[in-house]
């Protein structure tokens, strides 16, 4: 056995550790080479698949205009205001679920709400723009 001695946020402790012995292992065989598969008859080419429909491009964001952003990855739960409602800081903009928490995304700034840009059971991710002030 080996005594140490190790400090822990200023209190000493002894502690004894019992020294484990290598067990040496018995020299293995080498494996034998798997037999040759015949090889696969040629297959019809597959059909294409259909192409990806494209990302659906965000929409330009007005020049002198506040965005609220997704602070992090999450499901909207729901959307408090819609486009025309006048709102002060600190208002509640929506109700973000993420990592099994409620997050309110509040007002940056006063303002009048120019776009909605998400619903309520819709997934947004980190930066994702959910309104436009």
Known sequence: MKKYTITVNGTAYEVEVEEAGVVASAPKAAPKAAPKAAPAPAA?????????????????????????????????????????????????????????????IMAPADGTVSDVRVSAGQTVATGDVMIVL
Do not use: F, R
């Open 44 to 104: 019809a080419p597959a059909p294409k698949a259909a192409p990806a429909p494209a990302p659906k491009a965000a929409a330009p964001v007005a020049a002198g205009a506040t965005t609220v952003s997704a602070p992090m990855p999450g499901k909207v739960l729901s959307v408090n205001v819609k486009a025309g409602d006048a709102v002060k800081s600190g208002d509640v903009l929506l109700i973000l679920e993420a990592m099994k928490m409620q997050n309110e």
